[in-house]
């Protein structure tokens, strides 16, 4: 079964750090890309940040210079390091696996449970 854990989480300062972890396991597929999402109360769902199994990047401008999303070697494991915390980026953050299909140009999205980050001024 496809597993996809999130940690990393936590009640910072705003200014403040946080490192968040995502581990993507149980598939015999590939990993198009990974991203990092995120929901505060009463909003939409929406991306953070993505990187694909090459390495590019993409980032919501909201959080571009202080967000920095990364993988390891493996490709099943993804980064994302906050810096420069701020209030709105209280969130619960959700990792997402695209992991490639059998079918050409479809990816299969599993979700992990996600994280809850809060930044209190």
């Known amino acids: 079964q496809v597993q996809v854990v999130e940690s990393g989480g936590g009640l910072v300062q705003v200014g403040g750090s946080l490192r968040l972890s995502c581990a993507a396991s149980?598939?015999?597929?590939?990993?198009?890309?990974m991203g990092w999402y995120r929901q505060a109360p009463g909003k939409q769902r929406e991306v953070v940040a993505r990187?694909?199994?090459?390495?590019?990047?993409n980032y919501a401008d909201s959080v571009k210079g202080r967000l920095t999303i990364s993988r390891d070697n493996d490709k099943n494991t993804a980064y994302l390091q906050m810096d420069s915390l701020k209030t709105e980026d209280t969130a619960v953050y959700y990792c997402?696996?695209?992991?490639?299909?059998?079918?050409?140009?479809?990816?299969?999205?599993?979700w992990g449970q996600g994280t809850q980050v809060t930044v209190s001024s």
């Open positions: 990187i694909t199994s090459g390495g590019s990047t």
């Open positions: 149980g598939s015999t597929s590939s990993i198009n890309a």
């Open positions: 997402a696996a695209d992991f490639r299909s059998s079918q050409a140009g479809v990816s299969d999205r599993y």
